[in-house]
């Protein structure tokens, strides 16, 4: 495989596939994206919006924004959900009974419906359509050297490991692996493989809480 890079036409490709396929997905979604705001606000208490910090192509940080899925506050315990095994592999620790969830979030996160605001992010430049997911600080700061390739490339709203078992193969280092194959293997038809596979991982819902 290649070493982990893309070049400079596949950058340009890339970013302007975005704009366009980003534009077209916001315009046509802007109904449902209202409609999803509105019933958050009637759900539970706190604004319909999240952003949080995380970490994007080449370390820079970044505010990622999402619908809000979860009471307010409740990204203070991010940490608590990564444990480790004996190895010290890193494990995430989510699970569809957190009680953080609200009741509507519980069906925007089986839908992937609460990652539609990142479509902003798209068109702004700080993300892609696909590519490896946007981590969070405090957990870079684990990363060992050979992970912090995956930052080599524009951050997606999906990916490779989104569509190939997602939290059923919950060991980070696996997740890691998958990312890294992504970015070996770029080309604008694997983007496209990957975007296709994401509606029937979406509306299967394997993995999404």
Known sequence: MREPAIDELDRLIKRLFDLVI???LLLFLSPVMIGIALLIKVDSRGPAFFRQQRV???GRLFWMVKFRSMVEGAEQEEALLLRSTADGRLL???TPTDSRITCLGRVLRR???DELPQLFNVL???????GPRP???WLVERYEPW?????AVPQGMTGWWQV????????FHERVEDDLFYIRNYSLGLDLRILCKTIPAVVRGEGAY
């Not at 702004?124 to 696909?130: A, C, I, N």
């Not at 992970?147 to 930052?151: A, D, V």
């Not at 190939?164 to 060991?171: L, T």
Request: hydrophobic letters at 30%; proline letters at 6%; zero cysteines.
């Open 92 to 94: 995430f620790a989510k």
């Open 164 to 171: 190939n078992g997602r939290m059923k193969r919950p060991d």
């Open 22 to 24: 980003g534009t077209l």
């Open 111 to 113: 839908t992937s419906l």
């Open 124 to 130: 702004k430049g700080e993300m892609s359509l696909v």
């Open 135 to 137: 981590e969070l600080p």
């Open 56 to 58: 994007g192509e080449g």
């Open 147 to 151: 992970q912090r390739k995956r930052f």
